[in-house]
């Protein structure tokens, strides 16, 4: 059967930074179809507190107030910004496939589609209250909306962004923590993709952490047909070879289902 088609999707996190648009350029050479550009970053909590604070101290805020310093970000890393994103856009065409790794994603839309991203993929965890006004906001910046889920986060929580009447058009399953390249693939999130899968049999399933030509059988076979990979193709003696087994076992799998 004829599937939604593979992207390979070198991410961005695992190369040169000082040589970003080379890098960039020598990955598409390779066959890349995408750039996956990971964004993290710093949440100015204080602003907020006060703000809070003036008005009502619920029970639900104090955990927040008294929560570590670390768990003021969304992940324990910063990467780049939208000023990256628009430097890089100079020097290439490339789909640039964003992922929001942020507290306040709706921050990020203006600037990001003013830089040229090209896909706008915010977490589902941080996204709860207005996934709509997220949503309507990237397409009508000309981006392509998708959502992101952490491991402990349940597949459930993605449904009703995928069935609004504006909806996501892509879910990243995360296959480690987010924060960084470089970790182990969790095998027990196929469980997320098989879902998918079944139930939307058109949508972009984008797969992230861990992907290489040790685990990416496992991930195409449940149905993932975007495929991020950063430390893999990056660190091998021959990347091109990597994003080939890549395509070939996504490809290879969507003709035995
Ligand atoms: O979003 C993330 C990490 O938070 C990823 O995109 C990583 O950058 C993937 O790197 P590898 O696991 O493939 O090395
Ligand atoms: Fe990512």
Sequence with gaps: ???VKAKIAPSM??????????????????GADWLHMDIMDLYIISIDINCRLFHSISSAL???????????????????????????????????????MVTNPLDYIEPLAKAGASGFTF???????????????????????????RPGTPIEQVFPLVEAEAPVELVLVM???????????????????RVLRE????????????????TIDVAASAGANCIVAGSSVFGAPSPQDVISILRKSVEGAQCKS
């Excluded at 296959?175 to 993709?193: A, I, L, R, S, Y």
Aim: aromatic share 8%; charged share 20%; proline share 7%.
């Design 1 to 3: 059967m004829e599937g």
């Design 13 to 30: 996190l695992s190369s040169d930074f000082a040589n970003l648009a080379s890098e960039a350029e020598r990955m598409l050479q390779f």
């Design 62 to 100: 104090l955990p927040f107030l008294f929560a570590p310093k670390k768990n003021r970000h969304f992940v324990p890393n910063l990467t780049i910004g939208a000023p990256v994103i628009q430097s890089l856009r100079k020097h290439t065409n490339a789909y640039l496939d964003c992922h929001l």
């Design 123 to 149: 977490h589902v965890e941080v996204s709860q209250e207005n996934w709509q006004e997220l949503v309507q906001k990237i397409k009508a910046k000309g981006m392509k909306p998708g959502v992101a889920l």
């Design 175 to 193: 296959t480690v923590e987010p924060g960084f390249g470089g970790q182990k693939f969790m095998p027990e999130m196929m469980d997320k993709v």
């Design 199 to 214: 139930k939307y049999p058109s949508l972009d399933i984008e797969v992230d952490g861990g992907l290489g030509p040790t």
